[in-house]
């Protein structure tokens, strides 16, 4: 099946969404808009519901997913919804056990850096994931038209968090790793991209109607090390999904030189940072891929004319492309005004009118 057949299980309603229609090139009413953590700490709703329950714990309850995951939705009328979740929540299901830190992020009591430690990296099933799938069948339910977007970690990102054990500046270990070990390496990202591919088959299944790797952090490697080392790991989880004919979106921080890199591992859209302008970034995917950016998430602390100026600069940049998915350069920051968020859904709605 090719990516403009509708899927099988996708309602027509949420096939002819504008956000889909976006990240397939076809021609739009407006330009579709959502936020990397548009659910999240910008929000007094989310703070409330999250009162006391750890984040991992608040990953696994259906109920509180799906009410997360919806307040973005209904509050800045975003043209899809992002699933709640964390990368580090597959991993945490087959056992390995790390905590998200408040303030810090994912930390792996464990981390994993020799080959006896692999064997730790145990397959992922439906079940070791059951709270997905009922989170997601509600979600479908009380979305609607609007589509949902599943998402995982890239063998990178992911590889990243369990060989340095914690959030790294530098990537030390796990450049050691890759330049030292390529054979330990590649089979860790090997291990990782199985798990990935069943994790996000698990959320197509359940009804994501497009998904999206994160590779946030591969933005620290040269491109002759992401095409030997990262490259043939992240092709292996699109290929795997590929049949299912949802989009399939990639995103890293600080890929400026990998992007065209980033679109031949097989993604349908590629998310762009705020460092790369859209029309050059289009230069560097090439023709046949759409792609999703990208206002520096910090314009949001500026004034309203700011924001408009800046944001009028994306949509000119995006002006000849294929498709554009609206979105930050990376995710909301944790202390933006929420009010900020939703004028600029609609400056973008009004702006892309057609
Ligand atoms: C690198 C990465 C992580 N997690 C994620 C990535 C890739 C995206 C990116 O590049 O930002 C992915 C992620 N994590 C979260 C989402 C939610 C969905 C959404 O976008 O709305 C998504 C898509 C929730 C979360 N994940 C996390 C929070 C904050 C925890 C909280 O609210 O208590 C949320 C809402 C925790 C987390 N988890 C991670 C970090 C760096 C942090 C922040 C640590 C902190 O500053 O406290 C790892």
Redesign the pocket.
Known sequence: MSANDRPPGQPKKTYDSAFLKACRREPVSHTPVWF??????SLPEYLKV?EGIP?LESCMRPELVTEITLQ?VRRHKVDAA???????VPLKAIGIDLD?E?????VVAEPIRTRADLARLRDLTPEDVWYVTEAMGMLTEELGSTPLIG?A?APF?LASYLVEGG?SRNHEHTKALMYGDPQLWADLLDRLAEITSAFLKVQIEAGASAVQL?D??VGALAPADYRRSVMPASTKVFDAVASYGVPRIHFG?GTGELLGLMGEAGADVVGVDWRVPLDEAARRVGPGKALQGNLDPAVLFSTREAVETRTREVLDAAAGLEGHVFNLG??VL?TTDPDALTRLVEYVHERTAK
């Open positions: 990397m953590r548009q659910a999240g700490r999250r984040m973005p992002i699933y709640f979740s964390d990368i580090v998200i408040p303030g810090v992020g994912p998402f970690g990102t959030p994160f946030s952090w921080v990376h995710g944790p």
